[in-house]
């Protein structure tokens, strides 16, 4: 475990340097450079122009369970979209809630009693824009849509176009990948979170195209984390337990568009049959580095869910093409 240690702080000098962190493991409040914990779960990172974006939902106030749920469905009022930005992935400097939350509107996707999850952004070469998608759902979770919002910068403020069921989906849990070529995908838990499905953006990021494959048909995943490496296609997800832990899975494939073989658990050592009590929400590779990424994931406080957590761990594929994630520690 040393020897992992070290090549984590060789590869990541930062090793997120836990000075900013409230404990020496994960899981982590992160603090911003305010001194402030940031506020930015179920999110994302992109990386543009040496520096390294970090979208995420805004959990703030009170966590109450939503009347006449008969589930789990603990929940605060929607807080927008936040960003933070860095240039080592330690020091993450708060630029701001780059799509707030309505709080006047009951009819706009984005209006407090709504539900806005899993922001990403991703950056189109073409139109120059950097283009956020997220899930969209009333608080019962019926409305199942998938949300896009556009801006000229990374920090904002972006505009929100609206909502769609991508394909006449149900559109849940959700990730973007941006392929080598340009190409844009969209990987959502659908079919009542039954089925995954990976659809094609159009060029401008902005719309489904018909291209839109089912994989993983009736493994009920979610939480879906998507990296490439050595043109294979990785996709780590969770099981469906709302905001309890549960054992994570990774499937992979030759063709993004092909067939996606599920494998097994990716998390070794203590606590991997819980994901370490937490739930994948981006696998980001490490910049200037081969075969080095951070699995990043939540580790939900669903009582309190401001309170909630960030779990970081190194990730690698191993020799054999089996990605790994390994606890820091
Ligand atoms: C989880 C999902 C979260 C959130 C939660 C609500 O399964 O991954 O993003 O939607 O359910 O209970």
């Given at each position: 475990?040393?020897?992992?240690?070290?090549?984590?702080?060789?590869?990541?000098?930062?090793?997120?340097?836990?000075?900013?962190?409230?404990?020496?493991?994960?899981?982590?409040?992160?603090?911003?450079?305010?001194?402030?914990?940031?506020?930015?779960?179920?999110?994302?990172?992109?990386?543009?122009n040496?520096?390294?974006?970090?979208?995420?939902?805004?959990?703030?106030?009170?966590?109450?369970k939503?009347?006449?749920?008969?589930?789990?469905?603990?929940?605060?009022?929607?807080?927008?979209?936040?960003?933070?930005s860095?240039?080592?992935?330690?020091?993450?400097?708060?630029?701001?809630?780059?799509?707030?939350?309505?709080?006047?509107?009951?009819?706009?996707?984005?209006?407090?009693?709504?539900?806005?999850?899993r922001?990403?952004?991703?950056?189109?070469?073409?139109?120059?824009?950097?283009?956020?998608?997220?899930?969209?759902?009333?608080?019962?979770?019926?409305?199942a849509?998938s949300?896009?919002?556009?801006?000229?910068?990374?920090?904002?403020?972006?505009?929100?176009?609206?909502?769609?069921?991508?394909?006449?989906?149900?559109?849940?849990?959700?990730?973007?990948?941006?392929?080598?070529?340009?190409?844009?995908?969209?990987?959502?838990?659908?079919?009542?979170?039954?089925?995954?499905?990976?659809?094609?953006?159009?060029?401008?990021?902005?719309?489904?195209?018909?291209?839109?494959?089912?994989?993983l048909?009736?493994?009920?995943?979610?939480?879906?984390?998507?990296?490439?490496?050595?043109?294979?296609?990785?996709?780590?997800?969770?099981?469906?337990?709302?905001?309890?832990?549960?054992?994570?899975?990774?499937?992979?494939?030759?063709?993004?568009?092909?067939?996606?073989?599920?494998?097994?658990?990716?998390?070794?050592?203590?606590?991997?049959?819980?994901?370490?009590?937490?739930?994948?929400?981006?696998?980001?590779?490490?910049?200037?580095?081969?075969?080095?990424?951070?699995?990043?994931?939540?580790?939900?406080?669903?009582?309190?869910?401001?309170?909630?957590?960030?779990?970081?761990?190194?990730?690698?594929?191993?020799?054999?093409?089996?990605?790994?994630?390994?606890?820091?520690?």
């Amino acid at each position: 475990m040393r020897n992992l240690l070290f090549s984590f702080i060789l590869f990541l000098p930062i090793t997120f340097c836990f000075s900013q962190a409230k404990k020496e493991t994960g899981p982590f409040t992160f603090i911003d450079t305010g001194g402030k914990p940031i506020n930015a779960h179920g999110g994302g990172i992109l990386y543009h122009n040496n520096t390294y974006y970090w979208y995420g939902e805004i959990k703030r106030g009170k966590t109450f369970k939503v009347p006449g749920s008969n589930w789990e469905n603990y929940r605060v009022n929607a807080g927008g979209v936040s960003c933070y930005s860095s240039k080592n992935l330690r020091e993450w400097k708060f630029a701001g809630v780059v799509l707030p939350a309505n709080k006047t509107d009951q009819n706009s996707d984005l209006h407090i009693s709504k539900v806005i999850e899993r922001p990403k952004v991703i950056y189109n070469k073409k139109t120059k824009q950097f283009v956020m998608w997220m899930h969209i759902d009333s608080d019962d979770y019926a409305y199942a849509r998938s949300g896009v919002a556009v801006s000229n910068s990374p920090t904002g403020p972006f505009k929100y176009l609206g909502s769609e069921k991508p394909n006449g989906n149900m559109a849940r849990d959700m990730t973007i990948f941006v392929d080598d070529d340009g190409k844009a995908y969209h990987f959502y838990s659908s079919e009542d979170n039954a089925t995954m499905h990976i659809a094609l953006l159009t060029d401008d990021y902005l719309k489904h195209t018909t291209t839109d494959k089912r994989i993983l048909i009736g493994l009920s995943r979610e939480a879906p984390a998507v990296f490439k490496y050595q043109k294979k296609y990785y996709l780590i997800t969770s099981g469906c337990t709302g905001w309890s832990p549960n054992e994570a899975n990774y499937a992979v494939a030759n063709d993004i568009l092909g067939e996606w073989k599920a494998y097994g658990n990716p998390c070794l050592g203590k606590d991997a049959d819980k994901t370490y009590y937490a739930q994948s929400t981006f696998v980001l590779p490490v910049q200037g580095k081969i075969n080095q990424f951070i699995f990043m994931a939540d580790q939900w406080s669903k009582l309190d869910l401001e309170k909630s957590k960030y779990l970081w761990y190194p990730l690698s594929v191993n020799t054999e093409g089996l990605p790994e994630i390994k606890p820091y520690k």
